[in-house]
């Protein structure tokens, strides 16, 4: 997988890199025009070096080849992912921008002079969600939260989740942002064992066709984020489909707090606390308390 | 006198080979524009519907073609699909009948491809398509007169240096 960043770092960037880092463990890289590259590990934070022993300095070129091999030169065919701040790419490998906005009336339009790039590797961890599968289906729950804040690996998790209800559950993943599945020409490049999946398609959208073509018993979706999802995703839950989704937050306790999230709190049966010390560890498994 | 028939022959034949070389010279050129006009416009109407990336219309472009343009678009793609930076790959262009200011002018307007959100993208099209339509116009009066001019000559010359030499 790490392979794949090959194609988006020029060469000599690549290069120092790998011979930094041990490839297998890379889950960011980022890249800021004038400053050091900053790599992030499943252990540690780091930047690059050259040769010399001297700080890595990313240049425009190095975030203008990324993007130019992110969109397939074709800036023109990714610009509404642009404007809302990713690009997908090859294998689920996502990248943020960070540039200037091109607004007209209070619409953006584009996103220009990109300056910050973060460049999310996905991973496939067969096992992590062992403890979390277990325990939900001894609860017979059919809806799990996974709550964390940005990097402890909610979607790694999901992404289990959702190959091992596979084979027990028809499941549909709903992957917005074409992490979870990372399909290339509709197919999935990671293994989600039996799911369905429709990818880049706004959830509320997504949720509403599918739930009544394909029938699901479970769905799969990452990063609830806005009111309207919170909205969509309970109601999903009180027509009876279960619900394995994903939230940043520090913990169960700030989401309560969240106008926009306690109502999941009250929905959800079992909410699963992920770390990042190292990426992925299981801080708390907590079922709803009912009656 | 057979030396002298088969010398004057050879003078005949090898003057007009290289008119007709001349003539093909121009009609290359011809064909470069043209085509190149042909790929604006399937650029124009496969941004402004589909959004199709670059590298597909040219894939579409160049299927089952072989002209000059069509090679070197061919390559061009490939070299970017091997993940050479985009510059490199427009420097590269083999368009051997044009001169090398006229190449800079691809090699530019195929630079600026897939840099820009649709809107601009077709607009700055639409600058090439007008711009490079202009040459296509030139090249083909070009073709008509040069190249029709330099064959005659050459066919003329041919025929004197046999008449000359028999």
Known sequence: MFSMFGALLKKGLYALIAREYDPKTVTEIRLRTGRPVVVQTIYKRGIVHLASGLPYKAEQDDIAHALAVASNHSIYAVNDDLVRGFLHFSGGIRLGACGEGVSERGDMLALKSISSLMLRLPHEVKGCADAVFSRLLAADAKTALIISPPGCGKTTMLRELARLFSYRLNTLIIDERLELAACVGGAATLDTGECDVISGVDKTVAYENTIRAMSPELIVTDELFREREVAAVLDIIRSGVGVLASVHAKNLDALKKSAVFAPLVDTFECFVTLGNNPVGKILDIEFRKTG | ?166
Request: net charge positive; proline share 2%; aromatic share 8%.
């Open chain 2, 1 to 166: 006198m057979v030396v002298n028939f088969i010398a004057g022959g050879m003078f005949a034949v090898g003057s007009s080979l290289i008119g007709m070389a001349a003539r093909r010279h121009y009609r290359q050129r011809l064909e470069i524009y043209s085509e190149l006009c042909a790929f604006i416009n399937l650029l124009k109407s496969e941004i402004s519907f589909l959004k199709t990336p670059v590298g597909g219309v040219i894939d579409e472009f160049c299927q089952g073609k072989n002209g000059v343009f069509h090679a070197a678009l061919k390559k061009y793609n490939e070299d970017l699909k091997k993940g050479a930076p985009q510059n490199q790959c427009a420097e590269n262009l083999e368009l051997s009948p044009l001169k090398t200011g006229e190449k800079k002018e691809i090699s530019k307007f195929l630079c600026s491809l897939g840099k820009l959100p649709q809107k601009e993208q077709l607009n700055e099209l639409e600058c090439y398509g007008a711009k490079f339509s202009v040459l296509q116009k030139k090249s083909e009066e070009e073709c008509k007169r040069l190249g029709g001019m330099y064959l005659k000559l050459c066919v003329l010359l041919g025929i004197a240096l046999m008449i000359i030499v028999l």
